[in-house]
């Protein structure tokens, strides 16, 4: 799998809401991952039974694609720091996620977030108890091998009203484990 399989993101997806669009054909053996609003990163520790761990493939500053800039709605033009990364269990890697944060979200106490390093993500998120999360949009994306796709969901996330967003493919061996 490339390393950067969000950011290739073609023209074609299709991110929809669940709430929105409640007739969505989500697999039912995905249902579960895509549309669960706790923390993805417990759940995969929980998984991994503690054998997990975060990649970081990329991060630096960006310009979020137009569908990305509509759901934090900011100007595309906007640099946003963008962060790649695997989430690893059991020496697999389970799920890519992609986190835009702009520079008006990293003021304050939240300036941490561009300091993670293989800190997850989730951790920060779901400990803070300022965090609101929009609805769940889901999407089938290409993984670019083998003209392979995979489930991906997304929410905006807010701390202190400041938003950011969150993209996570689910790759096809996480559901090999089950």
Known sequence: MPSRTLSRQPLSVRWRSYRRHP?????RRWRGWLLDSGSL???LVALSEGDFRVEV???GWGRPNLSE???LRIDPRLRVLVREVRLIGRD?????ARSLIPATTLTGPHRKLAHLGSRPL???LFQDPSMERSPIETALVPLYRDNQRA???RSVF???GKPLLVSEVFLPQLLALQ
Do not use: K
């Open 69 to 71: 800039a509509r759901a």
């Open 92 to 96: 697999q890697a389970w799920v890519h």
């Open 41 to 43: 990163t417990a759940r």
């Open 158 to 160: 807010r701390l202190d």
């Open 57 to 59: 493939v990329d991060q």
């Open 151 to 153: 489930w991906a969901r």
């Open 122 to 124: 989730g951790e920060v």
């Open 23 to 27: 007739s969505l054909q989500l697999p």
